[in-house]
């Protein structure tokens, strides 16, 4: 059996401070997305780039925070962070996310967007949370 990715990843980093996940985990927010990425990020603090680790292909991103785990808040905050980046309507999906804040846990919500968010991606929020 060949190796975890979490597996791998350590070893590459030599270190266990790191997020796996793919764009089509945004999905599951439930913001209308339904593109499946073939694509692995990883979120770190030491490699930007992608690289090929065995058979596999990651995208190393260096971000100053990240969780340890996925949450609902934060793939929508991530969402509206990497929006240009995705093969989505972008007018839709923004749509989509202004209807749709008020179903996530607020205070969950508010400390994503402070931790994690966009300088633009914290503007929408302030407009959206306040409307």
Excluded: C
Excluded at 19 to 45: C, D, E, I, M, W
Excluded at 97 to 121: E, H, I, N, Q, Y
């Amino acid at each position: 059996m060949p190796p975890e990715d979490a597996e791998v990843i350590g070893s590459f980093l030599r270190d266990n401070e790191f997020l796996v996940f793919s764009p089509s985990a945004y999905n599951a927010v439930g913001l209308g997305t339904t593109q499946r990425y073939n694509q692995t990020l990883v979120y770190n603090h030491k490699r930007h780039g992608v690289f090929k680790l065995g058979n596999r292909q990651f995208d190393f991103r260096v971000k100053p925070r990240f969780p340890k785990r996925l949450t609902p808040e934060f793939l929508f905050v991530d969402l509206l962070n990497n929006l240009e980046q995705l093969a989505e309507d972008r007018d839709q999906v923004l749509r989509q996310a202004r209807s749709k804040v008020s179903l996530f846990d607020p205070v969950k919500l508010k400390r994503a967007f402070t931790s994690f968010g966009s300088v633009a991606a914290r503007k929408r929020a302030k407009e959206w949370l306040l409307a």
